[in-house]
């Protein structure tokens, strides 16, 4: 599992089961920690749908606490705000560790021509 945070919080958790690596995007279902109470509230309305609800300027750990340099991670929140369908968590531009290195079973699957997305 890789660890979200905000402003040094940790606000939930993702096994980030999908990907594209040519594009370097990590993708999979956000699990809230009890701290995303309060960090949603900061969450954007998207300007394409009202019922979606982005949280941007996130940080990406290890499960052992390693920072991940990427230049993306956001959690986006979909249907009412007062009762959230459920959420995805999103990360691009991987620097450190590399993509490949963090997500060598994508890089398989892509190879392999499967398509996860």
Known sequence: MFLIYSDGVLIGQSALEHGDPPMGVALGEFIPAAAFAA?????????????IRILRGLSLRT???????????????????????????????????SYADLFPNHVKAYDAGIQDR
């Open 63 to 97: 499960s052992d606490q390693k920072l991940i340099r990427c230049t993306h991670v956001a959690v986006i929140e979909c249907g009412e705000s007062s009762n959230p369908i459920g959420w995805e968590v999103e990360c691009m531009g991987f620097e450190s560790p």
């Open 39 to 51: 960090a949603r509230l900061e969450a954007v309305v998207s300007e394409q749908q009202e019922d």
